[in-house]
DNA sequence: TGTACATCAGTGAACGCGCGTTCACTGATGTAC
DNA sequence: TGTACATCAGTGAACGCGCGTTCACTGATGTAC
């Protein structure tokens, strides 16, 4: 008989024929598993059944591996928010839809975030200086043009058009509600909301995630 | 003559007299300078002209040395805060004067970030499962009681004695706050917001903070 | 006031570790003629 | 249709690296009597 061992892909061929993706299949579970850190070039090529060198035949070092990996996880969130959007039904009050969908992507940025800690630390893990130069150099307005912000920038919009944020706000409003939700996030994961428990972790969710939608939507105070 | 060289402390007696402290400002110098995972203990020992086993008389191991470093980091963030606290004059109007003061912590907290992005990163940086569980443990709150965070609770209390802000807003205040500024921090070191530019990242800082303070201060809209 | 002795704070050599990367190479594939 | 040859995709051994940590040790200090 002939069983595949779990965990290994034997081969049967000399050549894999799809290499590149099976490393970085390897490296996110690596990710997934420990985070950033975690993601060891050799072991990849060992899970795959490849010699450490083949790796070097589709990417150009252990840094390229990881920068593989690290958009494999801006997906991955990009798709957590959009199931997340899919999750409920569209409303039909156009004012109640925009703040349906404003609320769910968030909220699906923050589940992600606490269901899969490696990967959402890879999505925004920092490189050595000179890739992240290059990188910042590569996008011309400065402003990274991933999935998710294009999910954060719609969702803004939309709520300017039903008429729950004045136009004056949109400005840096991505950056104020991704902020928000970046920094809860983080504060969650490793920071001192860590210890949390979890009623008052959802709970917590929930508020911040309103007084967002307040800081937009909102009129000064008296 | 008798040069002291710069960088190297030569001893003089066989017993340092305070290699605990030379120690983690040793590493903290390095984490400065490259974040947490530019703390070598090796070096550290080297740099202070001590043998790097002297080092386990004072710390448990490299763990050990790394969290020193980290609430060091910790210190100097709040200090920060406290600094810009004082940059300005009080307002003779309480209300005013309550906004001041959220304001300047919030200030304080991006500039360090940006000033001292090692030793930012550091404040917040993880450790391994055992230590942060342990660490978890030791605050029954589940809210770490660090400086800057007492801080912040001062100042949300301020803005609801003065009436600026609705008591039942209260709650989860600091979290929503924290997470804000946390994240725009974030997100302008690590994150896409990295390559922005000098003015437009100014302008992007004042614009949040100010929604933050819409956010906690605001009315819900129509 | 001296002295024996426990304790504290250092030393230096050595260990294993596993990594990323390079080297010279071989096996497989595809294409020009 | 066959064949020569360039090119592509792998191999396996080896390298240096610097780390954290342990070991058996020695020098300095302080305290009881």
Redesign the pocket.
Known sequence: MNFVRAGKTP?T?????D?ANALTSAATQMARDGGPEA?????A?RKV??????????FS???DLIHAVKECAQEDLAAAMQAELSATRPLSDPKAEAVRRFNAIGVGYIRFALAEPGLFRTAFTRFDRAAAQAEAEAKATGMAMSPAFLMLAEALDRLVEVGLMSPDRRPDAEIFAWSCAHGLAMLLLDGPLSALPDDLRDNAIRHTLNRILDGLVSHRGP
Chains 1, 2 share one sequence.
């Open positions: 081969r061929s000399y050549h894999h024929g290499l993601v060891v070039l050799r072991e090529a059944g490849v010699s450490a060198t083949a790796a070097y035949r589709h070092g252990h840094g």
